[in-house]
């Protein structure tokens, strides 16, 4: 726990920081102790880089700790994951579009709901200046990051945000998080089994103190099987005795110690006799993308050291025991069950300081104490003999590979049934042996038949891809009717197949090998067969007569394994051929799919609206409500996939070689398709497009885009946020469309968006990018400069601004505002034309309009004037004001606006260069009024072309404010953690001097 307390005001006595301010009680939730530990920021927290994150160097404390606590030989043994659970965590709040919790919010996701208490809205996202600490704490439960594992990464969370933007919470918003714990406990798919609290208020003692307000929640949680794990606290150091933190002190909770990485217990950590001690130390868990600096994409890591990353590895530990007592069939699992049992399987520490011995977790204990040991041999010719072939039996996969084996004697000949079922083992697969181990027949969670001889001795082999109970059901029928008759004559052998279709003779036999585990699916089109059926044989020997015309053609799917054969007799036809299609590329298991193309270029539709799947022109539909998993797999040729949103949220990523897409319920992998299509189908969709390692070009529209690299493109439509990022190399163009209404476009070095009333796209990293307002609309740009050398240049309809490693162009937009000052010596040239320009200068700005446009540079060190294509001035408009205002203060406008106001000086700064106004038209009586006048703390000076002086006052938007903030989080970041300044890309100079050239000729024209 932090030792300092909340500057508010404190009353007297030993209970001052709760009495006071209405009764509330403030909370601390570790935020800074748990970053910071004994170390500073620099070597507490380490930032990943903006494209790798999966492998920057983190220290292995997270895998060290899981080794500690025998999680990974859990994993690598039983490989529980917490399915079926969710967790709550009341915290600050959950980053849910973190790629490693789910990359969503709500029904579908791994993130299924939540509240946020201290803004009263549903939205709990982790997203505070003070933030980051409840996504911390949710990774650890939960991440399903394949180097940064959490405990239990196949949970669901709820995200409880119990503290403010500032990072202070109040214990009633604690008390309302929890009743909404007990009120939607079974409001989700998966029950909420577990409560994670990693917050405290000051207090050390075993005992609750008087002014508790949660015991009544607690009890009410404990009352329904909930397990709250609460962490102990970080004030060892201050107290020096033993005690823990409320609400750790509650009897209705566990209290969760932390543990070096030597296995002792922490320093800073509170303990006493309940504690239950876990690896808090140095642990690296996920944290919002805004927390090292947005980079668009939602996948760093960092570490962190406190008892609230402890409280969490045994929340998770606690999810997979109940997992697996739930399997072994346990009865009135609750609380208490799995308090008592994790102590019971602990280890012991020892302290010296306190001289007592506390318990540690032991995850391995506590699992193997639960899953029953393996009772049936795990070999074909060693198999339990089955003598009853109409039974059911009940049987375990004990572990990761386990395998059960039977043998059994058929009484005669005839035909058995076998059926197979289990709520915990996916993947479920039998397989009938021959005495000799030749395979006959298999099957999964479906009842599949197989004609037996009489006397003959068979082998039955059980095999699952995770642990679980599971029920096998035989039934024998010795007077099973006689298979149908195959037509007799040889089969031709079409060879090993993936996707064929051709013409071939009609009343023939053919047969062919399957490739992979899967459907064989079998197509006969031809109209003067209608009527007729087709004989087919299965691997394990059976023949099915298929007659069922759909549409216009007949069709059999087939399960196989890959090398098995499948054969077939067409029906006859009066001209005596047909189409044959034959697809084995679809495998169905489970709430899994996979859809795997052919060696050929294929064709691939995916629709989320109807849940079909077509490839090449067959169809395979999907049940939407137990589909969660699908992965297309293009192999290789020139493959192009169409996907049609659903009428829900969709976020989509389209990478070269791999891309995703994540909808209500389904998560959707992609590999090796060279050609991607995505419409939207109405939701409040997110698409994320990203470029390859060579040159790419984009064009962009409102609701629609369009990358297109060497070997890929990428088509969007019908999206309202798309986000174009080109990071991966090369010269990169963007050209960025508006729409009819008005929009706003924003430009800096790193990035471009452009909004409107219903749609906001975004690009960023692109060397060049031009963007135009020729829809309609009054339409608005702000052109933002670089630390470096920067240019703007504006003639009529067309302005832009170049500078090292990126130009942008920009043409149509009605209003177009530059900003300077980020650094570098910056300039600035604005064209007008003679006599119809109204020209207008203040301090730190110089602008003009011009037939309804309005052109404005602002902070630029040297601006130059040209009218009628002549040069009129040269004024430096810095924005240092009379020698008093500084850079921070632009750049920290709230923080220095009190401090930076500067008196008004004896003399008005120098003009830098002469203009002859009465030579274009002004009345010289109205001269007077171009002289500077000091204003709100600076000088201004009109500056006026024409026959009328007027000073303009333009409202650019809430943009502004927002990427002020921007600018401010930039340069936080930037001083800190000492980020590196952007690439140098491209020849700046030459594209200014070219640039400057095509103005000179603009204004001729005009």
Known sequence: MPKEHSPSRRCAGPMSLFEPCERRLVLSAQLLFDVLGDVGLDQAVMAPGPQDAVEFPVLPQLAEAHAATGWD?????????????????????????????????????????????????????????????????SGIVGSADPQHRGVAPGVDLVALRVFDDMGQGRLDWVENALRWVHANREAFDNPITTV???????????????????????????????????????????????????????????????????????????????????????????VPDGFFGRDGV?????????????????AGASVLVRQAMEMAGWNSIDAQTITDHLHATANHVFDAFTGAQYDALNLQAAIDAVIPDDGVPDTADSGLQLADLNTSIETWINHLGDVDAYQFTAPSDGRLTIDASSQWAEGLQWTILSSDNVPLASGGEDARMIDVHGGANYRLIVSAESIGPLQLSFQFDAAAPPADTMPSGPAEDLGTIDFLRMSVDAGQNYSALAIRDGTFTIEWQDSDSSGQGMFVRMPDGLVASVSDWQTDHLRADIPVRAGERVEFFLPSSVDGTGQLTLANAWNATGDAAVLAGSQASDAIELNLASSTVVFNGVRYDVDAGQLGRLMIDGSIGNDRLSIVGSDGTEMVQLRPGASSLESDGVSVQIRDVEQVAYAGGGGADRVYLYDSNTDDTLNIRPHQADLIGVGYRFEVSQAARIFVHATGGGQDFAFVYDSAGDDSLSVRPQFTSLRGDDYFNYVRGFERVFAYADAGGRDTASLYDSPGDDRFLTSGTTASIVGPGFSSFTRGFEVVHAEGGAGGNDTAALYGSA?????????????????????????????????????????????????????????????????????????????????????HGLDPALQASTEPVWRDGTWERNVLVGTAAAQHDYDLGPETELLTDAIRLRDWAAERLHLPEEPLLGDADLEQSVLHEAFRQLADED
């Open 298 to 314: 939602v996948n760093d890591f960092a570490q962190a050291s406190g008892t609230s990353m402890a409280a969490p590895y045994v």
């Open 196 to 286: 994670n609290l990693s917050l405290g208020t000051q207090w050390n003692s075993d005992q609750v103190p008087s002014w508790a307000t949660l015991e009544d929640e607690f009890q009410l949680l404990a009352n329904d099987g909930i397990l709250v794990t609460a962490a102990a606290g970080n004030s060892f150091q201050q107290y020096l005795t033993t005690g823990v933190s409320y609400p750790a002190a509650s009897p209705y909770v566990l209290p969760v110690a932390s543990l070096d990485d030597d296995g002792s217990l922490s320093d800073f950590s509170q303990r006493n006799g309940r504690v239950l001690a876990a690896p808090g130390s140095n642990i690296v868990s996920t």
């Open 73 to 137: 030989l859990v994993q690598s043994q039983f490989g529980l994951t917490g399915r079926g659970q969710t967790v709550a965590v009341i915290d600050s709040g959950v980053a849910w579009d973190h790629q490693a919790l789910g990359q969503g919010f709500g029904p579908g996701h791994r993130v299924v709901g939540g509240w946020d208490f201290a803004e009263n809205d549903a939205d709990p996202y982790d997203d505070a200046p003070a933030g980051f600490h409840g996504t911390h704490v």
């Open 835 to 919: 006599g119809s320009s109204q020209w207008h200068q203040g301090a730190d700005f110089v602008s003009f309009r011009e037939q309804g446009w309005i052109r404005e540079a602002r902070r630029f060190g040297e601006v130059a004037a040209y009218v009628g294509g002549q040069l009129q001035s040269v004024l430096n408009v810095s924005g240092v004001t009379a020698g008093t205002e500084t850079a921070a203060a632009w750049a920290h406008p709230t923080a220095h606006a009190a401090a930076t106001e500067p008196p008004a000086p004896s003399s008005p700064p120098p003009a830098v260069g002469p203009v002859d106004w009465q030579q």
